[in-house]
């Protein structure tokens, strides 16, 4: 269902869902793993959140057997960031949320973020005689960059109580400890994340005056 342009909007929101992660470290074969994230935000405007998101889930990627290094590596990781998001609703005027199509970009979104990575690793960093440097736990900062869409279902009253949300988010890290290995010459690691969740929406009302 499409939202029409609403003065009131709710200042909280919680939401919840899954997806899955792949890693771009530096073992060349990369893995789809499971990885799931619980977001609150609070809402400057219908458009504006600032918020706390945890995520927790698996990072994979090489090949004991087909990696020419006999590498490989399972990262049973958890995050915790703050994010802001903008979305395109910022912009756009009530009057032009009439046409559909402006509606439906109001509601697409960027945002980043600042957090820490908590790894835990479990690798092969002994195969045969190789052997390779790193450590099998580790916590470094990290920046997520968000792209993605909340599809809000209006109730009867015209305000959003729910939304679907999409999200897309690559995470770069400032260190090498995302897949255990650390190289004489390497570069920073990073992962995506492609989700599917729902929100909730609750709390005291706002009233946005520009709309």
Known sequence: MLSFA???????SVGAGAGGAMAFADLNKKKISF?????????FTPYVTLGLEGQKGE??????LFDPYNRQFINSYLTGTVNLKVSMGEFI?????????FDFLSNVYGGIGLGIINNKISNVRYYD????PGEDKSTEEIVPVNI?????????????????????QTTFTFGEGMDGYTPVVGKNDMYSFLSAGVKLY??????DKRR
């Not at 990885?35 to 809402?43: E, F, I, M, N, S």
């Not at 005027?93 to 199509?101: E, G, T, V």
């Open 6 to 12: 609403q003065n009131n909007y709710y200042k909280f």
């Open 35 to 43: 990885a799931g994230y619980a977001t609150v935000d609070y809402h």
């Open 59 to 64: 990072l994979a990627g090489g090949d004991i």
């Open 93 to 101: 005027s009530s009057q032009q949320r009439r046409i559909p199509f």
């Open 129 to 132: 005689v190789n052997y390779y």
């Open 148 to 168: 993605g869409i909340n599809i809000p279902m209006v109730n009867q009253w015209g305000y959003t109580r729910y939304a679907f949300n999409i999200n897309w």
């Open 202 to 207: 609750f709390g005291p009302m706002g009233l």
